[in-house]
Structure formats: structure tokens, C-alpha cells
């Protein structure tokens, strides 16, 4: 394999009922890319994710990612390799603080079990500052800190969507897949977020993304794929994708 | 540079009032209960002593039950089982082969332990589906204990079993056994705030409030269930043990469905993910009946079916569910706090006081 791919796909096939989900779906992703996957409603995009990150087993296929095959790995052994996502709709821990929230995304960096925390050894309060800290200046960086404490539950969606890629990041991911992160967001609040991601990108974290929002993803990235009925249609450059006849088809249907 | 000195205690000082206010401000209140309940005449006073130890005791097995419950969000129907367990070891151990109380009542909630962990199984199921299982858990002990006579001594159950003895320090009067209970009972409530507030804590509310996002996170939800189920079995284990030698003897009536329910009730009504509300519950579950029983000795003349309670017990504590789920579902404890808070900032505004827009950043990272 070539030494700058991050995640190799081949052949994914997930199949519901007849229904073909993914078909073949074959792609690679670029160390430090960002790489967008578009497609009309029901293309298999979300259905990508879930199977890429162990919460439904594919049909047929697999996935590698830095050369360890994950296609049946159990989900919580991703965060430990490096591969962190968010979700269409957003999955929060509502009734935690915003701080809190941010803290379980540092749970697979560290390791305090049950007879440390409930004696509160001099090695957990350490940890606890650290995990602490380290959380707080992923707030900062999506700038949700004056909210550390407030519940997560009563942030504005947009806040939410934000915190849950807080959330993410500090799982410290070397990939990190996005599921509409720019849904039901107003325009000011999108473009905020292309700033977030375009920073994120330069730390060298890979993004893997799932957008609609066309203006988004012709700004941001790299590459593009394009899903329709579970099949890749097209992959190129944004511009070469945005004129290629096939995805015109895809989203506008056919001239007759 | 170091603190030292008077300033390095203030901080310590400090830190232990934020984070133990509860435990500080009540555990003097509980533990000197024999003192201030003297003034209100010998024989109540005994009473509230001799009921507290009771509470002490469902304490134990509530506050494990809600890190089940409360916390992790795993309904158990059945958990009057596991103190059925601890007190029928330690009951055995100690009538039949000698074992000192100390010893029957750790291999009780060793056993307890284990059970849980051959049950983890069912912690697959889900909602209602869970509730169903951990409900046939209970009835199947309950049927074990009443069937198994060579071991459990059936329907009679087992009596005269010896008085707590910790390493030859008998305990046996009723003042003792309070402190002892009570003493047990703020060292577990501390341990189990502690884990709650730990990595660990912050996990098992995660995988409660989305399993998916959890699991994505890294935490590993099947094991934490395990470890959660395993770990407040024990608790019910270690309460049963210690009940076993209080009480004297035991018989399966006293395990049975109705205890599960009892405990449900004590998480529900006290609060859910509340460690003090476990103790609001017990006392609520096990000063009721009494002060209702109460009641003619003071009032004198009360209506006949004031006398019957006992007979419909059972539908108080239903209606006192029902009640408390409609208008308080977060339970009594966390309720009332949250009144007190919202009181107290009202209060605020009224004197003209806005609230803080933004906090400054050293307190925003310490925390609460």
C-alpha cells in the first residue's frame, strides 16, 4: 500500500433486505486530506460511517486503516487506534456538562479503573487535572469555554454541534469522520465551522465528511466522492466533480 | 512555587469543603443521632436508633443500586436477591461452621459478586426487557431460599444467629451496632461519590445517555456494565451479610419481590444519580411504616384504617412512586436542591444582583 494512504476501502457491500446500502464501494483517503462524501438522500453515506466505525457489519469488503484491517472491529477499539466520528443527528451526553462531555472523549487516553477512582489515589487527581485541562482547551478551540458548565442538553444545536466535535477531537484521532456537521446550521455558524475544520486539517488530522451543504464542501475539500445508490459515481477534485455529468444526473435526475 | 504552610491548608481545606459539603454537613448530623435524639424520650430514642440502623443498611444497597440504576441506567427488579445471598452465607457460615461474622459476611459479598458476574449475561437485554429479567432473578431466589431447606432451612428460615464480632470486638448493642453501620455506611457513600465523579463515573452516565456515542469514545460499554452490576451486587452482598447479624435470624419473606421493589422505590423517590439521595429513600421507606404505627401513640384517637397500614403498605409505597415519578423525577433530594438553587439565585435577582456573564477563567477550570 501506498505509505501516504490513511484508510483504504474496498469493495464495501452492506445490504438491507435487497436493498444495496454500499455496493462495491472501493475509495482511498489521503493522510492529512479532506476528503468530502456527497450524494442524494439515501445514497449509504451515514451507512459508510456506521460500518467503517464498527456499528454495523458489512456484507462483504473491508476497510484498512494505517495497515490494520478495521472492518470488524468492535467500535470501542477505535478510539484507541486513532479514529474518532460525530453523527447526523447529534449524540451528546445531554444531562453532563459541556466540560464533562468533552472529558469522556479523553477516556481512551487514559486509564483509571474503578479501585484508583473510588479511593481517589493521588495518581487519579493527577489524571483527573490532566483530563481536565486537556478538555478544557479543546472548548477553547471550538470556543464553547464560558459554557464548560452548563449542560450540554441546553446548548443551542448549533453549540451542540460543535461540542460533539470537541468531543471528538480529543480522542486525539488521526481520522475523523464527520456526518453532516453543517446540518442545521445558519450561515455564519458554517462558515465558523470551515475555519474550525480547515484547522484542524493543518494539525494533520484527516477528515473524512459528510456534507450536503455544497458551498462547504466545494471550499474546504480536497477531494470529493460521490454516493448514489450505494455506488461510487464519481471521485475527483471538487471541480472535477462538480461538472462530471453522472452526479448532475444524480441530483437533478436526466435530461430527457 | 509551593504553597506552604497556612496557605497550602486553606487550599486542602477548601478543596475537601467543595467537593465532601454533603458528607461534611451530614455526617455529624447522622453520626451524632444518639446525642441530640435523647432530649425527645428514651423510647423514641431508641427507636430512631434502632430504625436507623435499618436505614444504614438499605443505604447500602440502595446507593449501589442507583450506580445500576441512576447512573449507568441499567433498571434491576431483582436486587433484594443479592442481599438475600450476603445474608444467607453469612447466616450459614456462622451458625453452622463457626465462621467469625467478618469473614461470613466478605464471602457473602464475594458470592453476591460472582452471581452478578454469571448474570451479566442479561445485561445484553435492554429496557423493559431487562427489568423483566433482573424481576425473575429476584423471584428465583426467593424461591431458592424457600425451597432449598438443607441449606436455607426453608419457610423457618435460620435463627439465632450470632452477633457482629469484628475481631473479637463484640457489637452487640443497639448504640454500637448504629455507629458500626453508620461508620461502614459514609465510608461506601464516599467511595461510591468519588467513583462517580472519576473517569470512570463520567463513562458509565455517557453510555447512559447514548450507548453509540460512548462506545465511539472508546469507553467499552459490556464491560462497564459487568463491572457496574458486579460492584453493586456486592453492595447488596455486604448489606444482606450485616443485616443477618443484626436482625438475628432470617427467613425468606424477608427476600422477597417486595424488597426489590422496596429498593427500587428508595432510588426513584430518593433521586436517581444521587448518593445522598440513596440515604433520603431508605429513611423515607423505613420511617414511614413506623411513624404511621406512631401515630395512635400520640394523636390518641386515629380512624381504624390509620391502624391497618400495615395491610396496604404496599399500595402507599406504589402511590408514593407514582407521585414522585409525575411531580419529582428526579427524586426528593435532587429536587430539592435544584428549589434551593433557583430559590436562592431568585433571591439574588430580587436584590438587584445579576448573574455573573462570565466567569473568570481559573474557576471555569477548577470546576463546580
Redesign the interface.
Known sequence: MENDVILSVESLTKAFGGLYALKDVTFLVKKGAIKAVIGPNGAGKTTLFDVL???QPPDRGRAVFLDREITCM???????IGI??T?QTV??????TV??NV???L??R?G???LK????LPS?RK??KF???EA?SYLEMVGL??M??FPAGSLPFGRQRLLELA??LA?RPKLLLLDEPASGLNTYETEELGEILREIAGQGITILLVEHDMGLVMRISHEVLVLDYGEVIAEGTPLEVKDDPRVIEAYLGSEI | MVKRGFLATRGIARRVWRNYKAFLLFSPFVLLLPLWAEPLGRSISLNIVYLMRMVGIFTLTAVGLNLLMGYAGQASLGHGAFMGIGAYVSAILSTRWGWPAWAGILLGTLLAAFVGYLLAPILRLRGHYLAMATLGVGIAAFIFFREMTGLTGGNVGIREIPKLNLFGLEISSKKAEFYFVWLLVILVLL??Q??VR??????I??FH??E??????????ASYKM?VFM?SAALGGLAGGIYSHLQGYINPSQFSVMLSIQLVVMVVVGGM?SIWGSVAGASLVVFLPSLVEALPKWMGNVPAWVRQYSNYEGLVFGAILVLTMIFLPKGITTSTVEFYRRKTRKAAELMGEEEPV??P?EE??N??
Open positions: 466505525t464498527g456499528l468492535p467500535a470501542h477499539q477505535l478510539a484507541g474518532s466520528r453523527f449524540r451528546i451526553f445531554p444531562g453532563m466540560l464533562e472529558m469522556v472523549g477516556h481512551h487514559t483509571c479503573g474503578f477512582a473510588a479511593l481517589k487519579e489524571e483527573e483530563i481536565r485541562e478544557f469555554e464560558l464548560a458548565h468531543r471528538a480522542s | 467511595l461510591c468519588n467513583l472519576s473517569r470512570v463515573g463520567r463513562a452516565r455517557a445517555q447514548s453509540v456515542a460512548a462506545r465511539i469514545m472508546g469507553v467499552d460499554v463491572k460492584l444519580e462570565s466567569i477563567e471555569v477550570r470546576g463546580k
